[in-house]
């Protein structure tokens, strides 16, 4: 009998291990199992010319006393006695399917209400507004009647509460006819008409209006507390004023702050960083005290707060006097699936974000280069001819970048400025995924039609696609994620490619509102 010591390295964990090389391989994985929980079966243990076997002879090996050996795979539970009875499918009532499917279900068209539609299908995105929605009581905010009052508008903030509620305990196309009723009877703008039907809307004001209500319900329902919409859809801008035409006016300063971006496009407007620059400095008319006259003054903005989610508005509807109508704007203006905006912030923010941003960059891309390394760990698994060395190398990269991922986690949470921390729903990267569009499609607001596009979570693609798929997020996968189209009770899946397609150009799908939310650390 030759016993020897090994190391096993599993996890991130090391395994001081005596080994009997008399012994065929299975007896070695069943040491393993003691120690890790890992079943055999489940074991991918790295081996000079491949993949352990169970009747490998480890005499064959040449194992070396002290050499260290990768494991790969994941314990499993062991089998539990059902807690509840077993229920077929053909059994579940609607509230069951609802809650086991991964699918999203679609929002009928009561007549010109995709823009609503659309509106609701985004702002669903964020789970933190649902959970708060439903802590919301009515009661405490003045009476409930249908009017311009507190109380009509605490209406409609119980009706998007219950709406969202029952959206998620049923797996058929929803009737949002009581949300639409309160909606135009809060907001008479809603229910315009014309030839006796309902005028077609811009989802842009509806988004607006909804936060609105949503805030003001929230804050009244808890007045000591800030409300979703303030922790984690605003961000505040520093600005400044100085007047073009005399330097005898002082300069001013304030704050302010904002739910959306606004990207403005002009002829020279290419990409949506040009837009978005432009809309922080602008020059405008106002009544100067030293000329005694109107003057030019130059208005900046800076970011001194940026929320959690970040919505980003393209200017694309203006009024046109001849045709007393809004017209759109169709020119191209690509948009990025991951937003960089610390250009855009004052230099104290500014520089509390870069150095996180930077880390969070290493990790991601320490992240992505781990997962391409356990791709070719299980191809060269499942190539039984594998090359004498060659997983031996592998194991020692997925080795590495384990570490290596464990090291800038460490550095990135350590970079993150602790007053960004504790602020509840800000960003502390200043970098942003893109995870919703709503999209206008035509030549008008008050015609077309609207759209919502949002970005499917790992389980979503992996439900949709029938396998073990996952999205490109802060997890490191580089596969392309796939998207939800929502048109109105119609929903599909489609590449991403659909999504880079709405910079517009033309009268296609354009994208009007970007619903960005910020990569974590």
């Known amino acids: 009998m030759t016993v020897i010591p090994i190391v096993i390295r599993h996890a991130g964990k090391k395994y001081d291990v005596e080994v009997d090389l008399d012994e065929p391989g299975e007896v070695l994985k069943f040491q393993l199992y003691s120690l890790t ?11 000079k010319g491949g993949q352990l076997k169970n009747d490998t002879d480890l005499n064959t ?129 809603f ?61 001013t300063t304030g704050s302010e702050q904002f739910l959306k971006l606004d990207c403005h496009i002009t002829g020279e407007t290419n990409f949506l960083r040009n837009g978005l620059v432009a809309s922080l ?3 405008i008319e106002k009544n100067s005290d030293v000329l005694g006259r109107n003057a030019q003054f130059q208005l900046e903005k800076k970011i001194t707060r940026l929320p959690k989610y970040l919505t980003v ?22 948009f990025p699936f991951e937003l960089d905006v610390s250009e855009l912030c004052d230099d104290e923010l500014r520089e509390k974000l870069i150095n996180v941003r930077d880390k969070v960059r290493e990790l991601r891309k320490a992240r992505e280069d781990h997962v391409r390394a356990a791709k070719r760990a299980r191809t060269i698994f499942a190539d039984e001819g594998a090359s004498d060395g060659t997983s031996t190398g592998t ?35 200043g970098l942003y995924e893109l995870i919703g569009v709503i999209s206008h499609q035509g030549k008008s607001a008050d015609s077309g039609h609207y759209q919502c596009w949002t970005k499917q979570v790992p389980e979503e693609t992996a439900a949709a696609a029938g396998t073990e798929a996952r999205a490109v997020g802060t997890n ?4 392309e994620p796939k998207w939800w189209r929502f048109n109105d009770d119609k929903v599909t899946v489609v590449d991403q490619s659909k999504i880079e397609a709405m910079a517009g150009g033309g009268e296609s799908d354009s994208a009007l509102i970007l619903l960005y939310r910020s990569i974590d650390v």
């Open 281 to 283: 400095k602008e020059t």
């Open 61 to 189: 090996l040449g194992l070396q006393p002290n050499q260290t050996l990768m494991m790969l795979g994941t314990a499993g539970e062991l089998p539990k006695e059902p807690s509840a009875k077993m229920t077929f499918v053909e059994d579940m009532t609607d509230q069951q399917l609802a809650q086991t499917s991964k699918s999203p279900i679609g929002l009928i068209n009561l007549g010109n209400t995709c823009y609503l539609n659309s509106t609701l299908q985004c702002l669903r995105l964020m789970p933190e507004l649902s959970e708060e929605l439903n802590k919301f009581d009515s009661s405490t905010s003045g009476a409930v009647t249908a009017s311009i009052s507190l109380g009509g508008r605490s209406t409609l903030t119980k009706s998007l509460r219950d709406l969202y509620r029952d959206m998620k305990q049923q797996t058929s196309a929803y009737y949002p006819l009581s949300f639409l009723q309160t909606l135009r009877i809060v907001f008479p703008q």
């Open 37 to 47: 929980g890992v079943d055999p079966d489940r074991q991918k243990i790295l081996v």
């Open 191 to 251: 229910a315009e008409q014309e030839e006796g039907r309902f005028k077609q809307q811009d989802a842009e004001e509806a988004w607006s209006q909804i936060l609105s209500v949503i805030n003001g319900s929230l804050k009244q329902s808890s007045p000591t507390a800030s409300s979703f919409v303030d922790k984690y859809m605003t961000g505040t801008f520093s600005t400044s004023m100085k007047c073009l035409e005399s330097d005898a006016e002082p300069a």
């Open 313 to 334: 508005h393209f200017m694309r509807f203006y009024w046109r006097r001849d045709t007393r109508k809004k017209s759109k704007i169709l020119r191209k203006v690509t």
């Open 395 to 429: 194991g020692a990269t997925v080795e590495k970048n384990e570490d290596q991922i464990a090291k800038l986690q460490a550095e990135v949470e350590a970079a993150v400025d602790p007053g960004l921390k504790a602020d509840e729903g800000s960003s502390v990267t």
């Open 476 to 479: 490191g996968s580089k596969e």
